[in-house]
């Protein structure tokens, strides 16, 4: 009877072992990508931002100013942060992601 009851409980430990295991990877393999689409989206918007903020200055302050000039670092940063957390950049001129660091520094010059 003993031996019958230790079983038993073996076999229920295993089956919430397994349940939990299972579980614990639908919640990863859901978060997971989520999470990284969460920080592709930040990417682009800080890099949509930046362009936004160039065109700006640009138009009110001149092409040459101190402000542009600023923008065009904030905006060469915006890049940088993507390419270094993803190996890709938005490209906020012909609304598409590169894989290759290949954006023109003088772009907007």
């Keep these: 009877m ?6 038993l ?4 430990v295993n089956q919430s072992l397994l ?3 299972l579980l614990a ?9 989520r999470i990284q689409a969460e920080d592709r989206d930040r990417c682009q918007r800080r890099v949509v931002h930046a362009e ?5 200055a640009i138009e009110k302050h001149g092409r040459n100013s101190k402000r542009a000039n600023h923008e065009r ?4 940063n915006a890049r940088e942060r993507c390419w ?13 992601w ?11 010059d």
């Design 84 to 96: 270094r957390e993803r190996h890709q950049w938005w490209d906020e001129h012909e609304h598409r």
């Design 73 to 76: 670092r904030e905006l060469h």
């Design 9 to 12: 409980s073996r076999i229920a």
């Design 98 to 108: 590169h894989t290759e660091r290949d954006w023109n520094e003088h772009d907007h």
């Design 52 to 56: 936004h903020e160039l065109h700006e």
């Design 2 to 7: 003993k031996n019958t009851q230790a079983t």
């Design 25 to 33: 990877a639908v919640l990863f393999f859901t978060t997971v990508p």
């Design 19 to 21: 349940s939990l295991a």
